[in-house]
Nanobody, 123 residues
Framework: VQLQASGGGLVQPGGSLRLSCVVY????????IGWFRQAPGKEREWVSC???????NAGNSVKGRFTISKDNAQHTVHLQMNNLMPEDTALYYC??????????????????WGQGTQVTVSS
């Protein structure tokens, strides 16, 4: 299983970015995907997740601004980030866990991780 995140960049406060995570080697019909982020000097923070059946959840700091979605046919999960704030600056990672037994929920831990894509929010 390999994951490749992309779409990061430099954006002004209030702007938007769309991150993508392509998952190679498995089908999203069986895997839940999570997005995490880590800012310098801070612990890794869970951002959002999408379950096998497409149910979603998001952390309080991004709820209402970030939307996760997936395209099983394209093996891709997107994270649409709107109204970005400087505190959203971080390295963003996607992760995967085979969770077919619990299709409506997201796992607490993930077995496979991508390399990360940098998001910088600054004027």
């Amino acid at each position: 299983v390999q994951l490749q995140a992309s779409g990061g960049g430099l954006v002004q406060p209030g702007g938007s970015l769309r991150l993508s995570c392509v998952v190679y080697g498995v089908t999203l019909d069986d895997y839940a995907i999570g997005w995490f982020r880590q800012a310098p000097g801070k612990e890794r923070e869970w951002v959002s997740c999408i379950s096998v059946d497409g149910s979603t959840n998001a952390g309080n700091s991004v709820k209402g601004r970030f939307t996760i979605s997936k395209d099983n046919a394209q093996h891709t999960v997107h994270l649409q980030m709107n109204n970005l704030m400087p505190e959203d600056t971080a390295l963003y990672y996607c992760a995967a866990n085979r969770y077919i037994r619990y299709p409506k929920t997201c796992p607490r831990s993930y077995d496979y991780w991508g390399q990360g894509t940098q998001v910088t929010v600054s004027s």
